[in-house]
């Protein structure tokens, strides 16, 4: 009977480990205005439970960053109360369901002043509310003016839009809701169209768009160029490409597909443009059937791009592209292009960061023939070919070189005294890359954030926000760039004085958590979501978490957030990893007013060669490190990684130092190598040796798996006895 009191007082003491290792986030995903909880992990919120916002008191300093949002709001609202709805919905995406979209199409931004790239705006007859997910709480306060509630969709007490709305029907009494049917997926409006309808409120197309209809934009009349992506890079021809299209639409019984995601036509065309900042994409809808090819382009017609397409006189063949007016897509599917197809024609739905076609372009399709099915290109493009992949990895060796060579110069100027603030580093950082060979620009703006500017998980420094950068807190740098033979994303933190005991422990948490990700091996058929536990573990050792998703796909030449790879623990929708596709490994922990750490490192999806590979279980994979930058030794805590984090640490900076060395050499920054040897010398054993409890050595890697499994293990034996 003793044993069983000691067994069961043994398990209360190491269970609450077991959550540590297993337990899932209530966080959710609002992504284009839409959730991916189930219903039964959500339930009826009392609107009350909203918490009130911060700078909205009489007498409270308004932060300089916030848009006086009233006049727009109250013209709105006439054009509302004109048209008979009870509110308006705007979602952050272009006609396209892009993520990132170009400057006339930032509509809710317009609206609210929240910049952010992702978000949702509901506005009825009497209130204004705004979805942000975790990224963007405390830039939301800093943005948002008192006119808008601000919803934190990733807590609990959070109620959905739909819900909320439920509220304002019993205030407002009208029951009709507005929203643009070009900017909403077809399989999101359909979705929200059911939700509303159980709640007794319809939803209506408003194809002009009233915010459009109140913005007065600044008419540039810029046309888009359109490039020509060569197929020493693209690895394959377009008409390669189409064949394959067309055999896959063939497995999905689809006669035709109507391509609206703009990375997706760059993709497949092996055509870039420029419509949207920092994403070589063209501004283009395609229509790909079994005899036709149509290109509907709003961008600049050159004879490179002709002959590239081999598009004069083009009549109707799988061997050229008729391009066409941009808008005359909606006129060729109700005419005679779709008339033409017998057979389903498919229309992308929503995945990842794919929002699929819009419900415009659904409701152009005759409705027989309407197929929404997940877009073969963006299964094929995740994955890239072997010019592809050979291309990434160039392009990550060469923004390594910029990017040491910068932080090197950086550091040395802070140590002799000069003056740096985010905004000349953001600045200086580019000019770095610009000298790279194929540079095209920047894939998404620089985060530079020193001190409590990196608890902003996407702060960007602005003219009213710009800090210096000093040798107190931590800076993080986000940053990124284009090159004709890959898309690069990278994040390193640095202290440039003595870090505090907390920022280095906080540091060496997401390091660990980074390093298990990098070292993960599993299974073929093995999802993203499921790889998350081992990048937060570290972190939920000690209660701490981060609130974004630990990785995304990376585009080759492409976006640098990339369907259908996402990371993340609390997402339902599961995409499975496969050989030659890239994504980010970036754990990082935020906490406001103080400091922000962020580790990302690209990584490039492998087969492993184990030493059982033949037994019948395979095939494994694991990943290799494509993005070559040290990590910061000074900002680590050594006693408390493992063994074999260790042994990674010491083969990743083998890597650099023979793969990036010789070039920093050979383009003469003999300062940024002798920086890099620095942060690259080989940890011993000494420095690793534990000097901390074994229990807090056991949240990482497989370590934290075979915990659990003891515990699991105890709570059996315990279990055993009290039924005796």
């Not at 304002?168 to 643009?180: F, L, S, Y």
């Not at 819009?358 to 290109?377: D, G, T, W």
């Not at 610009?434 to 020193?450: D, M, R, V």
């Not at 083998?654 to 060395?661: E, M, R, S, T």
């Amino acid at each position: 009977m003793s044993t069983l009191f000691y067994l069961l007082f043994l398990s209360s003491i190491i269970s609450p480990f077991a959550v540590i290792c297993c337990g899932d986030s209530y966080q959710t995903d609002i992504s284009r205005g839409r959730y991916s909880s189930s219903p039964s992990s959500r339930y009826r919120r009392d609107v009350s439970d909203i918490p009130p916002r911060k700078f909205c008191s009489p007498n409270a300093s308004v932060p300089p960053t916030r848009t006086d949002t009233t006049t727009r709001l109250k013209n709105l609202r006439e054009k509302l109360s004109q048209l008979g709805l009870l509110a308006y919905l705007i979602p952050s995406t272009d006609a396209h369901q892009s993520e990132y979209v170009a400057g006339d199409d930032k509509r809710r931004a317009w609206i609210s002043g929240f910049t952010g790239s992702n978000g949702f705006a509901v506005v009825t007859t009497s209130s204004a509310a705004a979805w942000l997910d975790g990224r963007y709480y405390i830039q939301g306060e800093e943005q948002l003016d008192c006119n808008w509630i601000l919803m934190r969709s990733d807590e609990p007490e959070t109620p959905d839009w739909w819900d909320w709305l439920t509220e304002e029907v019993i205030k407002n009494g009208t029951t009709t809701v507005g929203a643009d049917p070009a900017l909403t997926g077809a399989a999101t409006w359909l979705d929200w169209k059911e939700k509303l309808a159980m709640k007794n409120i319809s939803l209506k197309p408003i194809e002009d768009n009233l915010v459009d209809l109140l913005w007065e934009k600044v008419d540039e009349k810029k046309t888009s160029q359109v490039d020509v992506c060569r197929e020493e890079y693209a690895g394959l021809s377009w008409k390669e490409k189409i064949k394959d299209l067309l055999d896959d639409l063939k497995k999905k019984e689809a006669s035709a597909m109507v391509v609206t995601a703009l990375d997706e036509i760059a993709w497949l065309f092996n055509i870039r443009g420029e419509a949207i900042p920092y994403s070589p994409v063209v501004k283009a809808y395609a229509l790909v059937t079994q005899n036709s090819i149509y290109l509907y382009l709003s961008g600049e017609v050159s004879r490179a791009l002709m002959a590239h397409l081999n598009s004069g006189g083009c009549e109707g063949s799988l061997n050229c592209v008729i391009i066409r007016e941009y808008d005359q897509v909606f006129k060729d599917l109700s005419g005679e292009a779709g008339n033409n197809v017998e057979g389903k024609i498919l229309l992308g739905k929503p995945w990842a960061y794919t929002g699929g076609a819009s419900f415009a372009i659904y409701n152009a399709v005759e409705e027989s023939k309407r197929l929404l099915e997940l877009s073969p290109i963006m299964l094929k493009k995740a994955q890239k070919n072997e010019v592809e992949v050979q291309g990434m990895e160039n392009a990550n060796i060469k923004d390594a070189v910029a990017l040491i060579a910068f932080c090197a110069e950086l550091e040395n100027g802070i140590a002799a005294g000069e003056e740096w603030d985010e905004l000349k580093a953001s600045e200086r950082l580019l000019e770095f890359r610009s000298e790279q060979n194929l540079f095209k620009g920047p894939s998404f703006q620089t985060i530079a954030a020193y001190g409590a500017n990196g608890a902003i998980i996407h702060y960007k420094p602005s003219l009213e926000t710009n800090t210096k950068i000093g040798t107190d807190a931590l800076f993080l740098l986000d940053s990124g760039a284009q090159y004709l033979d890959g898309t690069t994303d990278v994040t390193r933190t640095f202290h440039f004085g003595d870090p505090t005991p907390f920022e280095k422990e906080a540091y060496t948490r997401v390091l660990m958590g980074a390093v298990d990700l990098a070292r993960g091996i599993f299974r073929a058929g093995t999802t993203d979501t499921r790889m998350d536990i081992l990048a937060r573990s570290p972190l939920y050792s000690v209660g701490l978490n981060y609130r974004h998703g630990t990785g995304h796909g990376i585009g080759a030449y492409g976006l640098v957030h990339e369907s259908p790879i996402q990371v993340r623990i609390y997402k339902e929708e599961e995409h499975e990893l496969k050989v030659g596709m890239f994504f980010s490994d970036e754990p990082g922990v935020y906490i406001e007013n103080m400091f922000g750490v962020r580790l990302e490192t690209v990584l490039r999806v492998v087969e492993k060669n184990l030493t059982y590979a033949g037994k019948g279980f395979g095939p494994f994979y694991g990943f290799k490190a494509v993005c070559l930058v040290p990590f910061e030794p000074k900002l680590i805590d050594y006693s408390l990684l493992s063994r074999e984090q260790v042994d990674w640490l010491n083969q990743y900076n083998k890597n650099i130092l023979d793969k990036v060395g010789p070039i920093l050499l050979q383009e003469g920054y003999t300062s940024a190598y002798s920086w890099l040897v620095v942060r690259t010398n080989h940890i011993t054993r000494e420095q690793d040796s534990p000097r901390v409890p074994r229990v807090e050595r056991m949240a990482s890697g497989s370590v934290a798996t075979t915990f659990a499994s003891i515990v699991c293990f105890a709570s059996s034996i315990v279990h055993f006895l009290y039924l005796l």
